[in-house]
Antibody, heavy 119, light 107 residues
Framework: QVQMVESGGGVVQPGGSLRLSCATS????????IHWVRQGPGKGLEYVAA??????NYADFVEGRFTVSRDNSKNTVFLQMDSLRVEDTAMYYC??????????????WGLGTLVTVSS | AIQMTQSPSSLSASVGDRVTITCRAS??????LGWYQQKPGQAPKLLIS???SLHSGVPSRFSGSGYGTDFTLSINSLQPEDFATYYC?????????FGGGTKVEMK
């Protein structure tokens, strides 16, 4: 069955870096886009980035600080986060785009990995 | 980026009630909108895509409608397991954007 497992979260000081991983299994990785969504404490969902089959996208707030990549040999997507800010504190989820027709459909999600940016 | 405005931000309802949540886009997004349900401590779950297409396994009491800028998620005969927070997501263009969420609480 489809599985998505995030890792790499932790506590980091402002200005620091973290690399999150999203390990996947149970589907043909190379034919699906994988996206990152975050949720700050007590807040709503916020779109972060996409590692699509043929490109990458980022939310406006990223401002060049995050880089998404995919390793097709490991069925894994990475989110490199640099110049972290306190406001980046959140649970980070990876999710698969089931691409139902031409629509983005986040049909499978991981359980999330927690990132805390604090001095 | 396209702004998605959800209303209300919260509502109180009873089991058996019909609940309606709205989402308004800052520009025309055709029908490229999805709805997600999230319960505390859990990842979100897909309910509806393409504004009105029910995802596999989602109960038929959930329905979606709308086109252009105004969209609605309805829940007929609210069940105990439906108390949760609901989010819309526009997938018309990148970056994708979520609405602020609607928390459905027990009255």
């Amino acid at each position: 069955q489809v599985q998505m497992v995030e890792s790499g979260g932790g506590v980091v000081q402002p200005g620091g870096s973290l690399r999150l991983s999203c390990a996947t299994s149970g589907f043909t990785f190379t034919t699906y886009g994988i996206h990152w969504v975050r949720q700050g404490p007590g807040k709503g969902l916020e779109y972060v980035a996409a590692a699509r089959i043929n490109g990458k996208n980022y939310a406006d707030f990223v401002e060049g600080r995050f880089t998404v990549s995919r390793d097709n040999s490991k069925n894994t997507v990475f989110l490199q986060m640099d110049s972290l800010r306190v406001e980046d504190t959140a649970m980070y989820y990876c999710t698969r785009d089931g691409h139902t027709g031409n629509y983005v459909t986040f049909d499978y999600w991981g359980l999330g990995t927690l990132v805390t940016v604090s001095s | 980026a396209i702004q998605m405005t959800q209303s209300p931000s919260s509502l109180s309802a009873s089991v058996g009630d019909r609940v309606t949540i709205t989402c308004r886009a800052s520009q025309d997004i055709r029908n490229e909108l999805g709805w997600y349900q999230q319960k505390p401590g859990q990842a979100p779950k897909l309910l509806i895509s393409a504004a009105s297409s029910l995802h596999s396994g989602v109960p038929s009491r959930f329905s979606g409608s709308g086109y252009g800028t105004d969209f609605t998620l309805s829940i007929n005969s609210l069940q105990p397991e439906d108390f949760a927070t609901y989010y819309c997501l526009q997938d018309y263009n990148q970056p994708l954007t979520f609405g602020g969420g609607t928390k459905v609480e027990m009255k």
